[in-house]
């Protein structure tokens, strides 16, 4: 089996923006500050050879960021805000936005003339092939933005892809934890077998108070991959990615980090 698919991993050796770009990124984005350590330049995409697709970036995830839903509320929230406002702005009126970074971020589609289709469906990944042993012939995991919220928790968003030789699985995930009120997992995963003209796509939003997680030891509560399976689900979407009609898929590609 091959892949017609390009898998390019975009660092800028884990440099956060420096203070200019990041000004003008978060007035873009409508918020007084982004996320302190926001990495920009890091990008994961998968891109077919006729140039259709699909990256990951910090940008278009905190596009995602819903300012005007209700928020996450703790006693140190005012004084958390104010403390990240830069001098020349703490007179101007600040608007609300969710100072959590929380996002439902997907995936950014790539392609002009081409372009995925996107569609729900019923069809579930197959994590019984995902558990087959099999060579893993590429990994690798890039972290897009972290904050720890004024020392009060953290909120991070991370991507990584695994490359079989018959499939390769991606798993997108935000974790944010604020301590004492709330733990929020939402999770994008990506998976395309060899072979086939279409991709798999399920997004899953858990969550749960921390009132509520008594029975689970608090050392499990900063590990996402452990906690997760204790937090209700909230939201779940599948949808398959369909390639465009009349292109080819069977063709080689490979595995590439730049």
Same mark, same amino acid.
């Given at each position: 089996? $091959?892949?017609? !698919?390009?898998?390019?991993?975009?660092?800028?050796? !884990?440099?956060?923006?420096?203070?200019?770009?990041?000004?003008?990124?978060?007035e873009?984005?409508?918020?007084?500050?982004?996320?302190?350590?926001?990495?920009?330049?890091n %990008?994961?995409?998968?891109?077919?050879?006729?140039?259709?697709? %699909?990256?990951?970036?910090?940008? =278009?995830?905190?596009?995602c960021?819903?300012?005007?839903?209700?928020?996450?509320?703790?006693?140190?929230?005012?004084? &958390?805000q104010?403390?990240r406002?830069?001098p020349?702005? @703490? +007179?101007?009126?600040? #608007?609300?936005? *969710? &100072?959590?970074?929380?996002? =439902?971020? #997907?995936?950014?589609?790539?392609?002009? @003339?081409? #372009?995925? #289709?996107v569609?729900?469906?019923?069809?579930?990944? =197959?994590?019984?092939?995902?558990?087959?042993?099999?060579?893993?012939?590429?990994f690798?995991?890039?972290?897009?933005?972290? =904050?720890e919220?004024? *020392?009060? /928790?953290?909120? $991070?968003l991370?991507? +990584?892809?695994?490359?079989?030789?018959s499939?390769?699985?991606?798993l997108?995930?935000?974790?944010?934890?604020? *301590?004492?009120?709330l %733990?929020?997992?939402?999770? @994008?995963?990506? !998976?395309?077998?060899?072979?086939?003209?279409?991709?798999?796509?399920?997004?899953?939003?858990?969550?749960?108070?921390?009132s509520?997680?008594?029975? %689970?030891?608090? @050392?499990?509560?900063?590990?996402?991959?452990?906690?997760?399976? !204790?937090?209700?689900?909230k939201?779940?979407?599948?949808? +398959?990615?369909?390639?465009?009609?009349?292109?080819c898929?069977?063709?080689?590609?490979?595995?590439? /980090?730049?």
């Amino acid at each position: 089996m $091959s892949f017609s !698919y390009l898998v390019c991993i975009c660092t800028n050796l !884990y440099l956060p923006l420096v203070n200019q770009i990041v000004a003008l990124l978060a007035e873009e984005l409508h918020m007084p500050c982004v996320p302190e350590m926001m990495f920009g330049d890091n %990008i994961l995409r998968i891109q077919h050879e006729l140039l259709f697709g %699909i990256e990951f970036n910090a940008t =278009d995830a905190l596009k995602c960021v819903n300012n005007s839903q209700g928020m996450v509320k703790v006693a140190c929230a005012e004084e &958390w805000q104010e403390s990240r406002s830069e001098p020349e702005h @703490t +007179k101007e009126v600040v #608007k609300p936005y *969710d &100072w959590t970074y929380t996002t =439902d971020y #997907k995936g950014t589609l790539l392609g002009e @003339t081409l #372009k995925l #289709k996107v569609s729900s469906t019923t069809d579930h990944i =197959d994590t019984e092939k995902l558990k087959a042993r099999e060579q893993i012939m590429f990994f690798e995991e890039v972290l897009l933005f972290e =904050d720890e919220l004024h *020392d009060h /928790g953290v909120s $991070s968003l991370s991507v +990584k892809i695994r490359v079989m030789p018959s499939s390769f699985f991606v798993l997108l995930r935000f974790f944010l934890r604020v *301590d004492g009120v709330l %733990i929020r997992v939402n999770d @994008t995963r990506l !998976y395309h077998e060899a072979n086939k003209s279409y991709m798999l796509r399920e997004y899953t939003s858990r969550e749960s108070k921390i009132s509520n997680l008594k029975h %689970i030891p608090p @050392t499990l509560f900063t590990d996402p991959n452990e906690i997760t399976q !204790y937090l209700p689900v909230k939201e779940n979407i599948c949808e +398959k990615l369909e390639f465009p009609e009349n292109s080819c898929y069977e063709s080689a590609a490979a595995p590439e /980090g730049t």
